[in-house]
């Protein structure tokens, strides 16, 4: 069984900065896209970031230029680094990995609030 365990959420003010931590547990043969959601109340969740096991990148637009997603591969463990944060930014933010176990299976973390005060 694979656990996947989000760590670094919290409150923060506005402009302020964050960063998110999730690490992969278990019997792993290798990873190969990580990731970070977020979901609003009512709305469904939705991709902040990404990156693959060959270190490629892609970001919601609504936070290019402010997040910052990156990995350690020896840790299976996945960062965001929120910066200029915002009270729209306030969600709870969930982890995911497509883990090889050995076949593809996608993986959540449990999630973590982020609150973004004004």
């Known amino acids: 069984q694979v656990q996947l365990v989000e760590s670094g959420g919290g409150l923060v003010q506005a402009g302020g900065s964050l960063r998110l931590s999730c690490a992969a547990s278990?019997?792993?043969?290798?990873?190969?896209?990580m990731g970070w959601y977020r979901q609003f109340p009512g709305k469904q969740r939705e991709l902040v970031a990404e990156?693959?096991?060959?270190?490629?990148?892609r970001y919601a637009d609504s936070v290019k230029g402010r997040f910052t997603i990156s990995r350690d591969n020896g840790k299976n463990t996945v960062y965001l680094q929120m910066n200029s944060l915002k009270p729209e930014d306030t969600a709870v933010y969930y982890c995911?990995?497509?883990?090889?176990?050995?076949?593809?299976?996608?993986?959540w973390g449990k999630g973590t609030l982020v609150t973004v005060s004004s």
């Open positions: 990156i693959s096991s060959g270190g490629r990148t």
């Open positions: 995911n990995a497509e883990v090889m176990v050995p076949k593809s299976t996608d993986y």
């Open positions: 278990g019997i792993i043969f290798a990873i190969n896209a």
